[in-house]
């Protein structure tokens, strides 16, 4: 009888123990459905990044304002405090740290902020109608995600993006506005494709399997 009681506790603990070290958000694999979303994501995401050098030469006619990465400077990193425009949340590779769940979160709240500030922007320049509207695509795709694998929710400041408006008291400050808008965007939508390729593809046990 002590045996069995040894055995049965042991078992219990060893249970406990596996339940503890699973990745919160990613205890089974995420359904078929997900993986078509991040696909549909993915396409999309990569579709913008191919139109947004076009997009800036259309609407950025302003001299040095290049889409070069190259010719960034420390006037326009400047300029980002003064408008006031929000750094994208960072996507990191999925870990025990970094959950599916954080990860999708994140994707939502920099397609939000891109979203609004380009909202904001669109009412003082033409041009920015369809990038939007890829946005808007965009996160009805990662709202799929996010119901098919029942994660959680997110904490977006759905104001964060209003202050720019205030801040645009001329066409230099709406130019530079939308080249940083649009760099910034290009970099997020980088860190978007390498995050919904290791979605699309994540195991979970094989992560935990160490």
Known sequence: MNTLIAVALLH????AVLVQSAPVGMASDPPPA???????????VEKILRDLPGMHTATVNTEGLTFDPSTQTTNLQMMVTSLGIP????LKPLSERF???????RMLVGGRLYQGLLGVLSERLS???????DLRDLLTHINK???VAQLGGDSLDQNQSLDLAS???GNYEVQVAVHLTLTQLRSFCHDLIRSLRA???YRPQSAGAR
């Open 87 to 90: 750094a994208a949340p960072v």
């Open 167 to 169: 801040r645009l008291h």
């Open 145 to 147: 995600m996010k119901e």
């Open 12 to 15: 219990c603990f060893l249970f």
């Open 127 to 133: 041009g920015l109608k369809d990038l939007r509207a």
């Open 34 to 44: 997900f993986r078509e979303a991040a696909e549909r994501a993915k396409t999309l």
């Open 99 to 105: 959950t599916l769940d954080m990860c999708v979160s």
């Open 199 to 201: 979605v699309a593809t």
